[in-house]
């Protein structure tokens, strides 16, 4: 049974997780507003080297494309030069788009309870797979172990279903953020979330753990794996180099596997083994990249400030550096962290909480120099979702909004989508 789309108002005042009341297991990426002085501080600052001269680079940037009465949590580019994107809802509800952002096709899947999609990624088969939680245990969903499940769904090319599979233990499991699924190599694809359960072969510290899980190319279970401490630890982001799994995982634990509470980097080799953890800071939201020269971007916040790191991949840091690139006293919410053709670093994320909330777009040289910077705000919120590598020096980025005065945004509903082109 497919349920109707979930209320916006939700979206004010969870954003980039669905939002109920019984919900407990879903991690609110924006965070509670904390007191500054509560931050874990990171490590002394290290200067990165000099800037080059990428400081002066001109970009622009222009509203291209509207999508009317829709809010995207998601959005890729597909191999055949189109565009999917994850609705906002209480069901899995994927929509794909031509190259002109016109719809081709909306395909709907879940259960008569709650079912929350949260990433997606193109296959090496064309298709996709949606990782995402469910507590339905009907209709497309074929059982639930307890709680919410870790709910991941194959679909050919043109979005019909090939499999679903639960994964969970005896109570909550769930995915928190996009960005949280990789296929490998071998065809297999490696989950990044977080689990109140018990497993065989990794037993539950307290609260919610941080979970890596993988699975085959038909939904096999290979492995899981839980970190964590006694409160409550969450699997962020997921970046793949080589044998490895870089994870973003956010900690409120000082025991276990954690000694300090805020955002941590572990490095997990193909069989599961830890190889490292390195302490990043932050008392809100993050996320990391791999640039051209091997090296990890890790972007972080606290309340007023955007925390960088740069590591190499033996989770040696080798430089840091921490700004409030807008001066304002409005909280930092970064939502993905791209890397461009010319290693440049692109960061896109909210600043504000609800109705206040605008969205930004931030460029920064290799040396992490501020090149640019851009906020849409209007009249009500707007919020940074998906940066997108498009063609000729371009990246597209969509913006979920309920403003009606932002310049050529044709904004006719509660809550629609629009583009912007961010053209280097």
Known sequence: MIKKTIILTAFLLVLSACSKSDD??????????????????????????????????????????????????????????GYIGLELSEDYSIHKF????????????GGSDFDSSKSII????????????????????????????????????????????????????????????????????????????????????????????EITSIGELVFIKTFGGSENDFGRKLVQENDTYNILIHTRSTNGDFNKVGNWIVQIGK????????????????????????????????????????????????????????????????????IDHNNNIKIIGDLGLANDMDAYILNLCPSLENINTMIYSGNDFDNARSIIPSDNNSYLININTR?????????EDLTSSFMVKMTD
């Open 403 to 411: 403003s009606s005065n932002i310049e050529n945004v044709n904004h």
């Open 24 to 81: 407990k297991l879903e991690e609110d990426s924006t965070e509670q507003e904390q007191n500054p002085e509560e931050e874990q501080s990171p490590e002394e600052e290290q200067s990165p080297e000099e800037p080059s001269e990428c400081i002066n680079k001109q970009i622009s940037y222009a509203v291209t494309n509207t999508i009317n009465n829709l809010a995207i949590t998601e959005m890729i580019k597909t191999s055949d030069g």
């Open 271 to 338: 069989t599961g083994v830890t190889n490292w953890k390195t302490f990043v800071g932050g008392i809100n939201s993050g996320s990391l990249a791999i640039n051209f020269d091997n090296q990890i971007i890790s972007v972080n916040t606290n309340f007023y400030d955007h925390i960088y790191h740069i590591l190499d991949l033996n989770g040696n840091i080798l430089a840091t550096k921490t700004t409030n690139e807008f001066g304002l006293d409005k909280q930092y919410i970064v939502n993905e962290v791209l």
């Open 98 to 109: 031509d190259v002109n952002f016109q719809p081709q096709w909306v395909k709907t899947y």
């Open 122 to 213: 193109q296959t090496k088969d064309s298709g996709f797979l949606i990782v995402g939680q469910s507590k339905s245990k009907d209709g497309d969903v074929l059982g639930n172990f307890g709680g919410y499940d870790i709910w991941i769904v194959k679909l050919d090319e043109a979005g019909n279903l090939e499999w679903s599979k639960n994964y969970g233990g005896n109570k909550s499991d769930g995915i928190s953020l996009s960005k949280s699924v990789v296929e490998n190599d071998n065809g297999n694809f490696t989950i990044v979330g977080h689990s109140e359960s018990d497993f065989e072969e990794s037993r539950n510290k307290g609260g919610n753990d941080a979970l890596l899980l």
